[in-house]
T-cell receptor
Framework: AQSVTQLDSHVSVSEGTPVLLRCNYS??????LFWYVQHPNKGLQLLLK??????LVKGINGFEAEFKKSETSFHLTKPSAHMSDAAEYFC????????????FGTGTRLKVLA | ETGVTQSPTHLIKTRGQQVTLRCSSQ?????VSWYQQALGQGPQFIFQ???????GRGNFPPRFSGLQFPNYSSELNVNALELDDSALYLC???????????FGQGTRLTVV
């Protein structure tokens, strides 16, 4: 069965410092992995996706993630946080058994301090 | 090209009532999935429609039902509303079952 575990429920960083949001996955297949962001009272916006091509994936707004099969991890990083990055972030694995439904982690709330 | 749109954005219902939520999929997309996001949690898969047929269902009771129309728009119906049904309901459409999903803004349902 597919699952994702987001290791931190809350992360606080100062503006201009690096961001690291951690995600481990479990999958019986070669996984498709995603990071989504959700701003307050908004829907979900795709940041980036991994679908078995390059292991370092670049996304929007300066975010990137590295797929590490040996560590079953897909951590999200950004070199320099901006105030507008404050939001909830979800790591997602796609279940390929028929529906390709998304299985979400519990989310990490990122707070950016001025 | 329009994105995924959901209506209404907010609604309040009384326990025991029925509700219908609507979703217009992105142009060219034949797959619609519905998710329930309770407060402080990640979205949970309700079901998926592919070319007007239900293609899979999560761990939700039968009082959650849906439809997909020939234009690939979709409805989510919930009967006999319970207080725990209060949540953000998200619709996602994709070009096909295995391609990335694009989410709407959601419908915030409050059951009182």
């Amino acid at each position: 069965a597919q699952s994702v575990t987001q290791l931190d429920s809350h992360v606080s960083v100062s503006e201009g410092t690096p961001v690291l949001l951690r995600c481990n996955y479990s999958s019986s297949y070669s996984p498709s992995l995603f990071w989504y962001v959700q701003h307050p009272n908004k829907g979900l916006q795709l940041l980036l996706k991994y679908t078995s091509a390059a292991t370092l994936v670049k996304g929007i707004n300066g975010f990137e993630a590295e797929f590490k099969k040996s560590e079953t991890s897909f951590h999200l990083t950004k070199p320099s946080a901006h105030m507008s990055d404050a939001a909830e972030y979800f790591c997602v694995v796609s279940d390929p058994s028929g529906t390709y439904k998304y299985i979400f982690g519990t989310g990490t709330r990122l707070k950016v301090l001025a | 090209e329009t994105g995924v749109t959901q209506s209404p954005t907010h609604l309040i219902k009384t326990r025991g009532q029925q509700v219908t939520l609507r979703c217009s999929s992105q142009s060219g997309h034949n797959t619609v999935s519905w998710y329930q996001q309770a407060l402080g949690q990640g979205p949970q898969f309700i079901f998926q429609y592919y070319r007007e047929e239900e293609n899979g269902r999560g761990n939700f009771p039968p009082r959650f039902s849906g439809l997909q129309f020939p234009n690939y728009s979709s409805e989510l119906n919930v009967n006999a509303l319970e207080l725990d049904d209060s949540a953000l309901y998200l619709c996602a459409s994709s070009q096909d079952r295995w391609t990335e999903a694009f989410f709407g803004q959601g419908t915030r349902l409050t059951v009182v």
